[in-house]
């Protein structure tokens, strides 16, 4: 199961249809992503890891952390980072009655600026769900790589070992600026930023894929 979520399988993706999971497989480049932020204990820091190495990410920022910390959600527009929806209040779709799903998300546009992408929490979505929301979004996002940050049964060079093991030409990595994500996240962050670097990969916006 755990290596079903690091990097789902090729038939479990076909299923929700016009969802993106990767970049051009032909470029030795990935995408660094961030969900559920912003928050004071962790943003910051992510933006100063990106702004000493030059890599612009993309944000999936939860909407009432947006209202929460104005402040932060400033720096990371104003560092020139991505952003997407994350809904307002995290909702998991399979809980969620499909008209207040898309109501929440609507919220989280107005707080955070109107983002073109929009990445559902827990990777939760059907296919019709992902063809309603491109009727809004430019994209709706997923992942080739999630490292299991925020799973405190691992330890910071577990998370760590899920990037080395599993990245390839065009992912789309998740990290997880929470408090719940901790110093696995920060020593994951670092030491995947450094080891993509040494192995020639470039780094982009989820935008321009």
């Known amino acids: 199961m755990a290596d079903w979520i690091v990097q789902p399988p090729g038939w479990f993706r076909s299923l929700l249809g016009r969802g993106t999971w990767r970049g051009d497989p032909s470029r030795k480049t990935v995408y660094l992503t961030f969900d559920d932020g912003p928050v004071p204990e962790q943003t910051p820091w992510v933006l100063d890891v990106l702004r000493r190495h030059g890599i612009r990410a993309t944000f999936f920022c939860v909407g009432d952390n947006v209202r929460k910390h104005p402040d932060v959600f400033r720096q990371l527009t104003e560092a020139g980072h991505e952003v997407g929806n994350h809904t307002f209040n995290h909702l998991q779709y399979f809980r969620t009655a499909a008209s207040r799903y898309l109501d929440n998300a609507d919220r989280c546009s107005r707080i955070a600026g109107s983002p073109r992408l929009f990445r559902p929490p827990h990777g939760q979505m059907t296919p019709q769900a992902v063809a309603r ?10 992942w080739d790589v ?42 994951a962050l670092e030491a995947s930023i450094e080891w993509l670097e040494r192995n020639g990969y470039s780094f982009d916006t989820v935008g321009n894929i």
């Open 133 to 142: 929301l491109l009727r809004t979004f430019d994209k709706v996002v997923f």
């Open 146 to 187: 999630m490292p299991r940050d925020y799973d405190c049964r691992l330890t910071p060079q577990q998370v760590f070992d899920n990037v080395r093991r599993h990245v390839r030409n065009g992912s789309i990595i998740v990290f997880h600026d929470s408090v719940k994500a901790g110093d696995r996240m920060r020593h």
